[in-house]
């Protein structure tokens, strides 16, 4: 079985045309403490010296810690300025799930419920894993997963990985007769 060479998620940036809205929403909800408040530097929007970021000056980018030594980021674009996508779009972002122990689950469902936020009752999706799906304000999907089984530490990883047996016939579908690509596949799979 192989590992991975990464270690996690650093940080997952969104987009919002309100940070105001997001950050009460992030924090006051969602229980995520904003930690790092910045503006994107001066010529880094937009020119040779742009790092990745929107191409707009002096954007706001925030930071809040979404548990697990992991950031989730925010940078403000201009009310209006790109349109809005959807979560079906190829290269888009279908949701974000987020994982919680079993007392979270139940704490951020309240949560939710007292702000007003409508969200799924708890679907049972992968082995083990119940999720309740919601959208921020601004219409990003999102979800809390929980391995209730696990208790206060879930084993995310553990909890869904299959064994080659199982998802053999899965990946062979797309394998066309390429034995070595097969194998390559299922080196992350349980034996």
Avoid at 56 to 75: C, I, K, T
Avoid at 131 to 159: H, K, S, T, W
């Amino acid at each position: 079985m192989s590992t991975a060479l990464t270690r996690g998620v650093h940080h997952l940036a969104l987009v919002t045309e309100d940070m105001r809205r997001t950050a009460e929403f992030y924090v006051d909800v969602l229980g995520m403490p904003l930690v790092h408040a910045m503006r994107v530097p001066p010529g880094l929007g937009t020119g040779p010296g742009n790092r990745g970021n929107p191409p707009y000056e002096e954007v706001r980018h925030w930071f809040f810690d979404m548990g697990g030594d992991s950031l989730l980021a925010f940078f403000e674009l201009p009310p209006g300025a790109e349109p809005r996508s959807h979560r079906n779009a190829i290269g888009g972002m279908q949701h974000v799930a987020f994982t919680v122990s079993p007392d979270r689950f139940a704490e951020l469902q309240r949560r939710l419920d007292a702000a007003g936020v409508a969200c799924t009752p708890p679907i049972a999706q992968l082995p083990g894993m119940l999720g309740v799906y919601f959208l921020d304000p601004n219409g990003i999907r999102l979800e809390m997963a929980c391995q209730p089984a696990d208790g206060p530490a879930p084993r995310v990883v553990g909890g869904v990985r299959q064994a080659k047996v199982e998802a053999r016939a899965a990946l062979a579908e797309l394998a066309g007769g390429d034995c070595a690509w097969l194998e390559r596949m299922l080196a992350g799979f349980a034996d």
